[in-house]
Structure formats: C-alpha cells, structure tokens
C-alpha cells in the first residue's frame, strides 16, 4: 500500500492550495482518512479527518478555512486549503487506515507535500 501526496508549493498569504493523497497498492477497503502537518521544529499534528460516509472533523486553527473531502472509489482524499497564513507552513501528511487484500488492517502514512506560506 503506499500514500502519495500531492499539491504542495510556495504561495502568498491569502491563497489557496489543494493537496490530494492517492491510495494505492491491494486495497480492499479505506476507512478514515486524514491530513496532518508538522511545521519545523514542532510535532506532528492533526489538520482534518473524513470517515467513509463523509464525516469530518476540523482543527480550530483551520476551521472555515479547510475543506477535507474524498473520492472513495477513486481512494483519494483532498484538503482544500484557502485563506492561508504563514503559520500553515508545513510538511502535510496523509494518513489513512486500510484493509488489504490479504486482510492485513493498519494504518498508513505518506511521505508528505510542503506547503510554504510566505508573508
């Protein structure tokens, strides 16, 4: 199984950017599904989740201004980020928990997409 994030770059303060995170590789089913971030120097932490039916759930400091949705039979999950402030910079990880195809039920990551906010 591998995550493959995609979207990440260099904008200005107030833009926007959308990160995508394909899953691939003997998957028989994706339940939740999410994005965290981990700027430099800091710990890894939660931006947004998405169950299966759609459910999601925010981080204050980008609530209003991310959109976390997925594509279920394409197995990628989005982040839409608008509104974007410095702070947001960070490298942005998906992670995702998945059956496989020999029953395997884990949990993965990916490699991650910088994002740089520049003020």
């Known amino acids: 199984v591998q995550l493959v994030e995609s979207g990440g770059g260099l904008v200005q303060a107030g833009g926007s950017l959308r990160l995508s995170c394909a899953a691939s590789?003997?998957?028989?089913?994706?339940?939740?599904m999410a994005w965290y971030r981990q700027a430099p120097g800091n710990q890894r932490e939660l931006v947004a989740t998405?169950?299966?039916?759609?459910?999601?759930n925010y981080a204050d400091s980008v609530r209003g201004r991310f959109t976390i949705s997925r594509d279920n039979a394409k197995n990628v999950v989005y982040l839409q980020a608008n509104s974007l402030k410095p702070e947001d910079t960070a490298v942005y990880y998906c992670?995702?928990?998945?059956?496989?195809?020999?029953?395997?039920?884990?949990?993965?990551w990916g490699k991650g997409t910088s994002v740089t906010v520049s003020s």
């Open positions: 590789g003997g998957i028989s089913m994706i339940n939740a």
């Open positions: 998405i169950t299966t039916g759609g459910r999601t």
């Open positions: 992670n995702a928990d998945i059956l496989t195809v020999t029953l395997s039920y884990r949990n993965y």
